[in-house]
């Protein structure tokens, strides 16, 4: 997965380097427009073992402001933020990498460097006693939730 | 052999006749005695599914779940499209999102579990969990708008089919907060064991029914207007995502 291209972006943007979960680093930028998440829908996605994406639902797409051919294939830390904490991203891998679901608000990265709030579940895709794959839902969160979760985050990056 | 054959009964009473036209249809053309047999309510339903009184049904996502994972049944068919509901008021209440409802929310609903997880998530923007709503059980979809427009209830939960049979009177007095768009949960058409050598024949059958004027009126009267084949790997997607929504 490569660097966003500045030319993406839409206003005024700050700089970050990402330090991803597979030890790659990709540059991205940010800024302060968020996209409102669509009433009444869900956000549902599937990725490989590998957390390469295989499929997403049109609402998918649409919120992350890339075309379908863009994130095919792609690395699901397409979408990571630099204002999640790492400390989230390790605790879902950890957790659904044993069978078990996640679930927590999180922050994305859209490919125009605005951000939407999502309350994500995470759960294994389970085949004959077998992880194939992972199905992520995100739903609609409340804005008092969405608050709680910026400041827990904000703590835990201790800034 | 007498094969059972149920229907969720999440439908509008008015298609009742229609899933008896259906059943006899399928009698005919598969050769087979089947017995229809509509429950009153999901609870009864699925008492006959645990009594194993249930061959065939035509179910909810919930109960496809159910059946799939715990009790051997194949997914064989289902509408295109997937199972929407709607959240909605009164005309005369001040709601006009679901974030303007708080806490002490009085909702009416049926004991459909899928229009009720699905409303339950898409009262969630509003910041309301189940200790934040007063929940009024009725029995009917009417009895749900009745409860509403007699300020019994602040908001009633319906699917989207069953809000659209209401009479334009009473649906002038209704808003509409949210009408859901997942997509993804649908109702399914599943056999049980006994029915297992015949699952291609079925699906060849029911997929092919709004191919002629007849099978399309059929069709029409449940509802749709195709059905397509459901693989097992659609359906184990849908019972994963499923999984997420009742967390």
Known sequence: ?????????????????LQLFDGSRRRVYVTNNETAFPHGKLIVSRTD?????????????????????ELLGQPHSILRHPEMPAAAFRDLWETVSTGRQWHGYVKNLRKDGGFYWVFATVVPNIRQGRVVGYTSVRREPSRQKVAAAEALYRSMRGS | MSINFTVSPSFPAERTSD???FNTWLQRALSLPIHLELYS??????????DGLVDMIYANPFDASLLVRERNFLAIAGPTGGDEMVIFTATDKPFQLVTDLQTGLRLSCTDDPSVNTVGRI????ADLDASD?????????IQVARAVLRDQADVGFMPVDAFSALSNVIQRDLRVLVT???????????????????????????????ETEKGSQMLAGLGSKV????????????????????Q
Do not use: C
């Not at chain 1, 997965?1 to 380097?17: F, K, L, N, Q």
């Not at chain 2, 898409?122 to 923007?125: F, Y």
């Open chain 1, 1 to 17: 997965m490569g660097d966003m291209d500045p030319g993406w972006i839409v206003g005024e943007a700050r700089e970050y380097v």
């Open chain 2, 19 to 21: 899933w008896y036209i």
């Open chain 1, 49 to 69: 073992t590998e957390g390469v994406i295989t499929l997403g639902n049109q609402s998918f797409v649409d919120m992350s402001g890339y075309l379908e051919s």
């Open chain 2, 180 to 210: 859901s768009q997942l997509h993804v949960i649908h109702h399914s058409f599943l056999i049980g064991p006994a029915l297992h050598g015949r699952g291609d024949e079925i699906a060849r059958l029911l997929t092919t029914l709004h």
């Open chain 2, 122 to 125: 898409l009262l969630e923007p």
């Open chain 2, 133 to 141: 709503i007063v929940t009024l059980p009725t029995e009917t979809y």
């Open chain 2, 41 to 50: 309510g999901f609870g009864a339903q699925r008492k006959a599914i645990a």
């Open chain 2, 227 to 246: 059905w397509r084949r459901i693989e097992q790997e659609d359906v184990e997607l849908m019972i994963d995502i499923i999984s997420t929504l009742t």
